[in-house]
């Protein structure tokens, strides 16, 4: 039977680079997100590195999708759950609308919760799930008050989970990743030097690390940021 791997926002940025390098010949990945044609771009480079790759469309932001699809998911094994997908509502805090702070929360803290809770029940003995949380669950950063609010909330969320889910041989592997170069800085005002920050492969990289681990050892937490300091 193959590996089953589901990682949500996948049709770009940091989920496309984890996609890439977790495709292998033995992998059937399900590949998650809203924007179809950017899915089927990282299926094909899946499918170049001989994985099967299949397409989930759904809006993180509504958990009846979010609780849809992991029921559908649910049949089979899950292998690993890469909770990758997020949004960065990047503005001061008089700014901030109740309904940025809510979709921020849906979809960075209330989707993972769902797709965990959902999902934990049919993973095997050394099966794992991945949260891409960010250097701003660690530190405070002006203007990312909700990001980091969701960001700090799912990191105590899933290390409480760990806890839970030792006894069936789950892990649970969080990864915590400075300024990286993807389109998610479109959608922050202001100028970034996006070629000093770190490349989306090498979160990938850290990823595929941990799940390469003996099935009893866990990487519960992997900083990375890039050698020229936080920008
Ligand atoms: P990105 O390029 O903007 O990609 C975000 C992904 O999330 C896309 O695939 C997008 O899919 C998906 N997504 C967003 N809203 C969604 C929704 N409502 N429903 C379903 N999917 C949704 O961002 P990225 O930089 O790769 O970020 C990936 C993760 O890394 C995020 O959790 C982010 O917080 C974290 N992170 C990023 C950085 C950084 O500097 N880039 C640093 C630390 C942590 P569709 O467009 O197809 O909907």
Known sequence: MSTRILITGASRGIGRAIAVRLAKPDRHLL???????????????AQKR???AEILLCDLAVPEQ???MARTLAVSPLHA?????????????AEQSLEEWQRTLAVNVTAPFLLTKLLAPVMPKGGSIVNILSIAAKVGFANWSSYSMSKAALDGFAKAV?????PGGIRVINVYPGSTDTDIWKTVPGEWP????LRPEAIADAVAMALE???DVVV???SLGSVGGTL
């Open 213 to 215: 681990q003996p099935d």
């Open 66 to 68: 979010v609780q849809a």
């Open 50 to 52: 001989g994985a099967h």
């Open 220 to 222: 519960e937490d992997i």
């Open 31 to 45: 590949l998650h997100g809203r924007d179809r044609k950017e899915l089927d771009q990282t299926a094909a480079l």
């Open 162 to 166: 760990r806890e839970e889910l030792r």
């Open 194 to 197: 996006r070629d000093r920050m």
């Open 81 to 93: 759950l890469i909770n990758n997908a997020g949004i960065a509502v990047v503005k001061p805090l």
